[in-house]
């Protein structure tokens, strides 16, 4: 029996949480499949802005990034406590071992990929980066990618994004979901 993609959420009581490299559109597709899937979507940066009272760029400049992973994974097990959403994550939150073990236990990880030349055409259209800041972004995330691809590849669900709109890499989410079932 087919499952109508366009209303009924795929893991009821499970939330979905967008893993992958700064400028891979965790968050657009995010929002996008939240709708499609008929379940609420959380930008996990947003929210650790809002709980901080500052920007990401800021509490790395004051408190360091240790710091901010400290508060990130925090906010992100409040989110996935929550009930069932789309959660978007920043690039390394899932690099943290606490974080990582969290979001595998209790939600459904799915690795958005691109090429690093989409990711680089996508992270100079958005200021506020603190990782890129004063630095080249293809040389940054060629070694974040060397360093991070294999981690993330430890989602349960690969989607590879490509230079289209971002409703192809929905399409690409929502045809894994039915097959994951």
């Known amino acids: 029996m087919q499952r109508n993609t366009k209303s009924a959420p795929a893991f ?4 979905i949480v967008l893993v992958g490299m700064m400028g891979v559109g965790k968050s657009t597709v995010g929002r996008r499949l939240a709708t499609r899937l008929g379940l609420g ?3 996990a940066d947003e929210e650790i802005e809002k709980a901080a009272g500052m920007t ?3 509490m790395f400049e004051r408190y360091g990034e240790s710091h901010f992973r400290d508060g990130e994974r925090r906010v992100i097990a409040r989110l996935i406590d929550g009930p069932p959403k789309v959660i978007a994550t920043g690039g390394g939150a899932f690099m943290q071992d606490d974080t990582r073990a969290l979001i595998l236990a ?4 799915i690795w958005l990929d691109a090429d690093i030349d989409i990711l680089v055409d996508r992270v100079s259209r958005r200021e506020g980066r603190p990782l890129l800041k004063g630095k080249d972004p293809r040389a940054v995330l060629s070694e974040l990618a060397a360093v991070r691809n294999p981690v993330y590849a430890l989602a349960p669900i690969h989607i ?14 929502m045809k894994a979901l039915d097959n994951w079932q």
């Open 41 to 43: 979507f959380v930008d």
């Open 56 to 58: 990401i760029t800021e």
């Open 106 to 109: 209790e939600a459904l990880a």
């Open 160 to 173: 590879r994004s490509i230079a289209a709109p971002h409703e192809a890499a929905v399409e690409k989410i």
């Open 12 to 15: 009821p009581g499970r939330p």
